[in-house]
């Protein structure tokens, strides 16, 4: 299972302004896409959704990319 890093290398090809490219992709902010990476908060459902979209994968697969705890949300 690839961790979110990975997940960001597949799709944008280097991990090189792949956080600047996901945040502009989903409309957030940088910095929320680097809290999320380093695990610091998460993002919400519909962020989810709209990662396993991009990513071409399921949501449980982005979950646990990002180590999400089993009970969180």
């Known amino acids: 299972?690839?961790?979110?890093?990975?997940l960001l290398e597949?799709?944008?090809g280097s991990i090189?302004?792949?956080q600047t490219?996901?945040?502009d992709d989903l409309k957030v902010n940088q910095s929320s896409v680097s809290n999320w990476i380093?695990?610091?908060n998460f993002p919400n459902?519909?962020?989810?959704?709209?990662?396993?979209v991009l990513?071409?994968?399921?949501?449980?697969?982005?979950?646990?990319?990002?180590s999400m705890p089993?009970?969180?949300i």
């Open 55 to 66: 990513f071409n994968v399921s949501e449980e697969t982005v979950r646990i990319a990002l």
């Open 10 to 12: 597949q799709k944008y």
């Open 1 to 6: 299972m690839p961790n979110f890093t990975e």
């Open 21 to 23: 490219k996901l945040a």
């Open 16 to 18: 090189r302004g792949a």
């Open 45 to 52: 459902p519909g962020l989810i959704k709209k990662m396993a």
């Open 70 to 72: 089993d009970n969180y």
């Open 38 to 40: 380093k695990g610091r």
